[in-house]
């Protein structure tokens, strides 16, 4: 059977403004909506707080994700010490 290959770049977040962001090194997004997206990236999870987010562009294949909004903060968690906490009671504390 054919297996595709994913490409996955550095991680690389780039912010202009506070206004758009730029992520490559993307692996998953776990859940979004207009404000927070919790993403997995090659150096952990990346959470995005702020309002009106929206996700203009998405590809998984080449790990990027484009946001527009107010973004107000940006954090890290480590991947393990969300699984040992639980991942939804940590990101909505």
Avoid: C, P
């Avoid at 290959?5 to 730029?22: G, P, Q, T, W």
């Avoid at 692996?27 to 203009?56: A, P």
């Amino acid at each position: 059977m054919h297996e595709e290959k994913r490409y996955i770049s550095k991680h690389k977040v780039i912010m202009d403004k506070r206004e758009r962001l730029a992520v490559t090194g993307l692996v998953d997004v776990i859940s979004f909506d207009e404000d927070s997206i919790v993403s997995e990236t090659e150096m952990g999870i990346l959470i995005i707080r702020g309002n009106s987010l929206h996700i203009n562009a998405l590809n998984l294949k080449k790990g990027e994700l484009e946001v527009d909004g107010e973004i107000e903060s940006l954090s890290y968690e480590d991947t393990e010490s969300l699984k040992n906490k639980g991942l939804l009671r940590k990101i909505f504390k």
